[in-house]
């Protein structure tokens, strides 16, 4: 019987670890749409990078480690908020920012958008992350 249940127990959590390490792998913001609606409220000035993923996207992946990287990289001086799609909270925002493919990036000042891609290019995701419009 306990034998039993660290099987179970070691499979729920390597299950947990590879979906989030290997299937999604993104930091999402767990507060994602309060950000987002603050936008509006702060000082225009402000800089936000919104990227939108989805778990198990073959495009997502292969840009995961360059926008992760430049996440970190930026943290300092840029927002970022990461969403993933797959959450319903996230279709309003879907919707607002015209996003239709995955991966897409949006540098955001204030609450106006400066750039944006949808491209899996790492030059082009760093471009667009680092605000070199």
Do not use: W
Not at 10 to 38: E, L, M, V
Not at 80 to 106: D, F, R
Request: aromatic letters at 8%; one cysteine or more.
């Amino acid at each position: 019987m306990g034998g039993l249940f660290l099987i179970v127990l070691g499979t729920i959590i390597g299950g947990k670890i590879y979906y989030y390490t290997r299937i999604n792998g993104y930091p999402d913001t767990a507060n994602f749409s309060q950000r987002i609606h603050s936008l509006k409220l702060e000082d225009s000035s402000r800089k936000t990078i919104l990227v939108f993923h989805k778990p198990g996207c073959p495009d997502c992946l292969a840009a995961r480690s360059t926008i992760k990287s430049e996440l970190r990289r930026n943290s300092n001086k840029v927002q970022g908020v990461v969403i993933n799609t797959n959450n319903p909270k996230s279709k309003q925002y879907l919707a607002e920012y015209g996003v239709t493919k995955v991966p897409t990036i949006i540098y955001l000042q204030g609450d106006q958008v400066v750039d944006s891609t949808t491209s899996i290019n790492n030059k082009e995701i760093k471009r667009v992350m680092r605000g070199n419009s």
